[in-house]
């Protein structure tokens, strides 16, 4: 392995990487609406380009395998990657273990008190509700990216498991009330954004080069 500890990348979505897609990823792009072509593209160009430059290979040899509207996966002993974007921004995450990221705009508008109430479990949108409501809008953004990177970590979805998933700010513990897991997470500011890291190693995460 390169390296071992998770790696992550911000960068605009547009950034230039000088890397082109893999046949296969042509044609799954060539097969998406025009509209979300550019999105699909500039995504796995920049995975590409990052990889190839971690580990020092030609980056049409990368075995990514990267299908739209699927989480990307590397063949066996290259480790494991994650991918989140938000507007024009995008985050990229390698790590040897299994590893999920989220991103989000740290002045996102966002209903605090009705997400929490909704979609968090009532100890903690308990919590929440007491808190000022520029504190709450912030550490709902903060609990909302763990939860999410926590999501892509397991391979799960939404729907099926965000309301399952607990941020115990006052132990700064993130754990999954039905299947007891208790993975590392990290919610990082960086530029204006929040970055949220699930996965073994997230305390020892590292910025790549040029992030």
Excluded at 22 to 35: D, G, H, K, R, T
Excluded at 78 to 83: A, R
Excluded at 152 to 164: E, P, T, V
Aim: hydrophobic residues 45%; charged residues 20%; proline residues 9%.
């Amino acid at each position: 392995m390169p390296a071992q500890a998770p790696l992550l990348w911000l960068s605009p979505l547009a950034a230039p990487s000088g890397v082109g897609l893999s046949p296969q990823e042509e044609q799954w792009c060539a097969a998406l609406p025009a509209a979300l072509q550019p999105r699909y593209r500039a995504t796995r160009q920049q995975l590409r380009a990052r990889l190839a430059s971690l580990f020092a290979v030609p980056p049409a040899t990368v075995p990514l395998h990267s299908p739209p509207a699927q989480p990307p996966r590397l063949e066996q002993g290259w480790g494991f990657v994650s991918i989140s974007h938000s507007g024009e921004q995008l985050l990229l995450a390698w790590s040897p273990w299994a590893v999920g990221v989220d991103l989000e705009r740290r002045d996102r508008v966002l209903q605090a008190d009705l997400l929490a109430e909704r979609f968090f479990p009532a100890q903690e949108s308990e919590a929440l509700l007491a808190l000022p409501a520029e504190e709450r809008r912030l550490a709902v953004l903060c609990s909302w990216v763990r939860k999410e990177a926590a999501i892509k970590w397991m391979g799960s979805s939404i729907a099926q498991d965000l309301r399952h998933w607990f941020w115990d700010a006052t132990r700064q513990e993130l754990s999954h009330l039905q299947q007891g897991l208790k993975p590392p997470s990290l919610c990082l500011e960086s530029a204006g954004w929040f970055c949220g890291l699930v996965g073994e190693g997230a305390a020892a995460v590292q910025w790549g080069e040029h992030h």
